[in-house]
């Protein structure tokens, strides 16, 4: 395939998988393809046990413009339904997730970011949640996750207008965690996922459903804990000074 073809590009770089939305003709809209093809990629990453982080970005300067249009005249409601199932996807992947994002944010793009676990933005950035444009009505998972992320007042806002925030509005309402100047971004999210990469997969992945709510696995990590190794080696790196080796792993998905 050309790489000027709409597609989702990927690399694994010291643990940390990166995936970047390309269709550069389209300001990185998300095609239907596209939206296919992102969750057989994610169980793909989500089992290779050499993979401890995973960034979401867009190539050039935008992250996601959204999803083509184009796709919506032929079938607006498959349309909505495999972006939702790529979202679903993407907030479902077992180990943390960061979106790195330049220049626009909207629509389907949105979905993307505010699906990861943490958004990191560029100065310039903008976000927008965009279906009262197009008379589409917003899934009612996404709606929930925009919620609990910004709020029921800003995410009104942005649902009811349509109207683009720009990287400091978004960072006060909470649909971002870092702002970072212009030509910053990459070295910033380099650093910070190699953090992530160096900590325990356990912490994390409990952490991650206990965040997302899920309230009906604590004996099990519980029981994950207690067999993994990684509260001893911890303590020991701790007192011995020196950096631990976590060897837990988050299991393989059927």
């Given at each position: 395939?050309?790489?000027?073809?709409?597609?989702?590009?990927?690399t694994?770089?010291?643990?940390?998988?990166?995936?970047?939305?390309?269709?550069?003709?389209?300001?990185?809209?998300?095609?239907?393809?596209?939206?296919?093809?992102?969750?057989?990629?994610?169980?793909?990453?989500?089992?290779d046990?050499?993979v401890?982080?995973?960034?979401?970005?867009?190539?050039?300067?935008?992250?996601c413009?959204?999803?083509?249009?184009?796709?919506?005249?032929?079938?607006?409601?498959?349309?909505?339904?495999?972006?939702v199932?790529?979202?679903?996807?993407l907030a479902?992947?077992?180990?943390?997730?960061?979106?790195?994002i330049?220049?626009?944010?909207?629509?389907?793009?949105?979905?993307?970011?505010a699906?990861c676990d943490?958004?990191?933005?560029?100065?310039?950035?903008?976000?927008?949640v965009?279906?009262?444009?197009?008379?589409?009505?917003y899934?009612?998972?996404?709606?929930?996750?925009?919620?609990?992320?910004?709020?029921?007042?800003?995410?009104?806002?942005?649902?009811?207008?349509?109207?683009?925030?720009?990287?400091?509005?978004?960072?006060?309402?909470?649909?971002?965690?870092?702002?970072?100047?212009?030509?910053?971004?990459?070295?910033?999210?380099?650093?910070?996922?190699?953090?992530?990469?160096?900590?325990?997969?356990?912490?994390?992945?409990?952490?991650?459903?206990?965040?997302?709510?899920?309230?009906?696995?604590?004996?099990?990590?519980?029981g994950?804990a207690?067999g993994s190794?990684d509260?001893a080696?911890?303590?020991?790196a701790?007192?011995?000074?020196?950096?631990?080796?976590?060897?837990?792993?988050?299991?393989?998905?059927?």
């Amino acid at each position: 395939m050309e790489l000027s073809e709409p597609q989702l590009l990927h690399t694994v770089t010291d643990s940390v998988a990166t995936v970047v939305v390309h269709h550069p003709a389209k300001r990185n809209a998300m095609t239907a393809a596209m939206w296919r093809a992102l969750p057989p990629l994610l169980d793909t990453l989500a089992a290779d046990p050499g993979v401890r982080a995973l960034v979401v970005t867009g190539a050039g300067g935008t992250f996601c413009a959204g999803a083509d249009i184009s796709t919506l005249r032929r079938s607006p409601e498959e349309a909505q339904s495999l972006a939702v199932h790529a979202e679903e996807a993407l907030a479902a992947f077992p180990k943390p997730t960061v979106a790195a994002i330049r220049g626009h944010c909207v629509g389907g793009g949105s979905q993307l970011a505010a699906a990861c676990d943490l958004r990191f933005a560029e100065e310039g950035s903008l976000f927008g949640v965009t279906p009262a444009k197009l008379g589409i009505v917003y899934p009612a998972s996404s709606t929930r996750r925009l919620v609990s992320l910004v709020g029921p007042a800003a995410a009104k806002y942005l649902l009811f207008s349509g109207e683009l925030i720009d990287a400091e509005r978004a960072l006060r309402t909470g649909l971002i965690d870092e702002v970072l100047p212009e030509g910053e971004l990459a070295k910033r999210v380099a650093e910070f996922t190699r953090t992530l990469a160096s900590r325990s997969q356990l912490t994390q992945a409990a952490a991650k459903e206990f965040a997302n709510g899920r309230t009906d696995r604590d004996a099990y990590w519980t029981g994950q804990a207690r067999g993994s190794g990684d509260t001893a080696e911890g303590v020991a790196a701790f007192l011995e000074r020196r950096q631990p080796r976590f060897t837990w792993s988050v299991p393989g998905r059927g």
